[in-house]
Structures are given as structure tokens and as C-alpha cells.
Nanobody, 127 residues
């Protein structure tokens, strides 16, 4: 079992930066791949980024590649998403999620692969 709580969302102007953090509790965190997803009003939940157990492998959606960076600290049970050069189309509720059945090298993009989800944090980017 993994419990996830996101923080760090807010309102920022286009071109600005935000850092989201996800605090996890539960023994399964260190053996779970972790992902960030987002959902804008009227749209389906979409993959943003994922990181493997050890943090050695990462995976990004094309729309955020080069602007966002995912990282994790297994000693602190946290996973972060650094978001730079933000655009209005990045506006969404951002959720972190834990994939407890991933292989240790694996990062998956499909929401249904993830077993545990946080409640989300709102990110709004103004133009």
C-alpha cells in the first residue's frame, strides 16, 4: 500500500517555473516506479513523466521533454517534478502515481498500469 500527497501547485505566468512534490508513505514506495499525470478540464488524463525504482531511468511525454524533469529521493520517500518554461497548455490538475508492479527498469505511460494515486494539485499558467 502507498499513500500519495502532492504539493507545490499554483498560479504562474507563461515562461515561469514550478516544482511539484509528491510525498509517499508505505513500504512499497522504493520498489515502485513513479509517474506524474495531468488532467485538464474536459480532457482525458495524460502521461507527463515517469521514473524507475532507482531513478536511473526516466520517460517523458513529448510535450514536456526538455522543459520538465522528474526525480526521486528514496530515502525521503518523495518524487518531484521540476517544470520550467511553462505554457498555458500545461494548465491542469497534476497527479502523482505509483506503479507497484513495474519491473525495476520499467517506466510505463498508461494510467491503468498505476496502482495508487494522489488527489492532485492544480497548476494554472496564465498567458
Amino acid at each position: 500500500q502507498v499513500q500519495l500527497v502532492e504539493s507545490g501547485g499554483g498560479l504562474v505566468q507563461a515562461g515561469g517555473s514550478l516544482r511539484l512534490s509528491c510525498a509517499a508513505s508505505g513500504r512499497a514506495f522504493s520498489t515502485s516506479a513513479m509517474g506524474w499525470f495531468r488532467q485538464a478540464p474536459g480532457k482525458e488524463r495524460e502521461f507527463v513523466a515517469a521514473i524507475s525504482w532507482s531513478g536511473g531511468f526516466t520517460n517523458y511525454a513529448d510535450s514536456v521533454k526538455g522543459r520538465f524533469t522528474i526525480s526521486r529521493d528514496n530515502a525521503k520517500n518523495t518524487v518531484d517534478l521540476q517544470m520550467n518554461s511553462l505554457k498555458p497548455e500545461d494548465t491542469a490538475v497534476y497527479h502523482c502515481a505509483a506503479d507497484a508492479t513495474a519491473h525495476w527498469l520499467q517506466t510505463r505511460r498508461t494510467p491503468t498500469a498505476y496502482d495508487y494515486w494522489g488527489q492532485g494539485t492544480q497548476v494554472t499558467v496564465s498567458s
